[in-house]
């Protein structure tokens, strides 16, 4: 049975025991034994690389070393130096169940079945390097191919230039116009797609190379589109074939069954599902429509879909649609629910928001010895303390006079803003970790953490009252 070492701090110590004990009573996917060494620091979080080198001695009676989350240094060179793995473990301690859970049963997120197509609505209403730099965002946010939109009694008379100017970045690009001169324009100029070809204008994929989206004469004319994909089957062409998903409340269901009698009928068929009509025309946080979108996208075994970012609550669409087609795939190739794979999708909520009980904080705010301010949340609200004792409450401005901060300008800002971190982070139930940012998923560009350089002195040593 492999033999753990788990390094730590002298105030996480007990409750990493008390976690590890509970994790062997239950049973684990990875079972091992352990020890469990505090290595001369109060704070878990401020372990580095360097300090475990020289606090640690040769030889260690274990098969592996596991490192708080946010230990900062090289753990590739403390593998070699004590000849084992060394790894990080998670962030938070209440959460090694799902870490070694993981550990025993892997899923990467590498994969993905299903194409995104992002479509650029007002194309014609743009030039060509805004045409690139937004197709480029698009691009590195998880866009598979770039659909220039046009627009009715709208000239887009740059339509071939922007076509070549995004293929020579390497993109692939559809275009997607009612106007069949249009059409024929975007593919003799090279595009790879042609949206939305009907029964009547399937006469434009013989004149050009592009492989056509097909649609019924309306959205109900099943039979058109059936007839569509039948003549293109029989000519050998590649296709994608689109039922059109109407939007809530307005058909919604009746477009999904749409597109599941298609299926049934062409088992095999490449499906395009255009879900914009769902995110766009919902005032609803898009992260959660587009995983269900997905979801069901995968359920049907369609190809590819089709987004936009229009309106302004749906600016990461792309992104959350790239996020929930990797979790959805994970899923259905694992064989089971999207649960515990990922949490960019979670931007607002946390899946276990407060690790800590209040009696848990309560006792570790009893061992604390020094005038340095601690910041945690529970179910209770926000838990301020140092040696001077703990303060517990839900309104920063109820906080504020209990901390006598008021001849320490530097130090009050430092807490004001942690503490207005904590309400918000109680207030929706999300992680709260003194001095890191709130984690907003795919919502938020941020800069991962690059744990493996030293990190210079922030604004929690900074200020003093803070560990």
């Known amino acids: 049975m492999e033999r753990i070492l788990f390094l730590t701090g002298r105030l996480a110590e007990p409750a990493l025991r008390r976690v590890l004990e509970q994790l062997a009573a239950a049973g684990s996917d990875a079972p091992f034994t352990w020890e469990v060494r505090e290595i001369g620091l109060q704070v878990a979080a401020l372990m580095t690389a360097d300090m475990v080198r020289r606090r640690v001695a040769l030889p260690v009676a274990a098969d592996r070393i596991l490192l708080p989350g946010r230990c900062r240094g090289d753990v590739e060179a403390l593998a070699a130096h004590f000849g084992m793995p060394v790894q990080r473990g998670p962030e938070e301690l209440k959460d090694l169940p799902q870490f070694f859970s993981r550990a025993a049963r892997p899923v990467t997120l590498d994969a993905y079945a299903i194409a995104i197509f992002a479509e650029i609505v007002d194309a014609p209403?743009?030039?060509?390097?805004?045409?690139?730099?937004?197709?480029?965002?698009?691009?590195?946010?998880?866009?598979?191919?770039?659909?220039?939109?046009?627009?009715?009694?709208?000239?887009?008379?740059?339509?071939?230039?922007?076509?070549?100017?995004?293929?020579?970045?390497?993109?692939?690009?559809?275009?997607?116009?009612?106007?069949?001169?249009?059409?024929?324009?975007?593919?003799?100029?090279?595009?790879?797609?042609?949206?939305?070809?009907?029964?009547?204008?399937?006469?434009?994929?013989?004149?050009?190379?592009?492989?056509?989206?097909?649609?019924?004469?309306?959205?109900?004319?099943?039979?058109?589109?059936?007839?569509?994909?039948?003549?293109?089957?029989?000519?050998?062409?590649?296709?994608?074939?689109?039922?059109?998903?109407?939007?809530?409340?307005?058909?919604?269901?009746?477009?999904?069954?749409?597109?599941?009698?298609?299926?049934?009928?062409?088992?095999?068929?490449?499906?395009?599902?255009?879900?914009?009509?769902?995110?766009?025309?919902?005032?609803?946080?898009?992260?959660?429509?587009?995983?269900?979108?997905?979801?069901?996208?995968?359920?049907?075994?369609?190809?590819?879909?089709?987004?936009?970012?229009?309106?302004?609550?749906?600016?990461?669409?792309?992104r959350e649609a790239d996020w929930a087609r990797r979790i959805m795939h994970a899923a259905v190739s694992q064989r089971m629910l999207p649960k515990g794979l990922s949490d960019q999708l979670m931007t607002v909520h946390a899946r276990s928001p407060f690790p800590d009980g209040p009696e848990e904080i309560a006792a570790l705010a009893r061992q604390v010895r020094d005038p340095n301010f601690r910041v945690q949340v529970s179910q209770q609200g926000v838990h301020v303390y140092n040696r001077e004792g703990l303060r517990v409450g839900r309104d920063p401005f109820a906080l504020w006079p209990q901390l006598r901060l008021e001849n320490d300008a530097g130090h009050a800002f430092y807490m004001g803003v942690e503490v207005a971190r904590a309400q918000i982070a109680w207030q929706l139930g999300k992680r709260y970790v003194q001095d890191q940012p709130l984690d907003w998923g795919c919502a938020v560009d941020g800069e991962a953490q690059d744990l493996q350089r030293w990190q210079a002195t922030g604004t929690t040593m900074t200020h003093r009252g803070t560990p």
């Open 125 to 318: 209403r743009l030039g060509v390097d805004a045409i690139v730099e937004r197709a480029l965002a698009h691009a590195a946010d998880g866009a598979d191919v770039i659909d220039l939109g046009g627009l009715p009694d709208t000239a887009f008379p740059h339509l071939e230039d922007s076509v070549r100017a995004l293929k020579e970045r390497g993109l692939r690009v559809s275009v997607d116009s009612l106007d069949t001169a249009e059409l024929l324009r975007g593919g003799r100029a090279g595009a790879d797609y042609l949206l939305s070809l009907t029964s009547d204008t399937l006469w434009i994929a013989q004149e050009v190379g592009a492989t056509p989206v097909l649609i019924g004469r309306t959205p109900q004319d099943a039979a058109s589109l059936w007839d569509a994909m039948e003549r293109m089957e029989r000519s050998g062409r590649a296709y994608l074939a689109d039922a059109i998903l109407d939007p809530i409340p307005y058909g919604l269901l009746a477009s999904l069954v749409r597109y599941q009698r298609l299926r049934e009928r062409f088992p095999r068929a490449p499906i395009l599902m255009g879900i914009g009509n769902i995110t766009e025309l919902v005032e609803a946080d898009s992260t959660g429509i587009n995983a269900v979108m997905m979801g069901i996208a995968a359920e049907l075994g369609a190809s590819a879909v089709l987004t936009t970012q229009v309106s302004p609550h749906t600016r990461r669409a792309v």
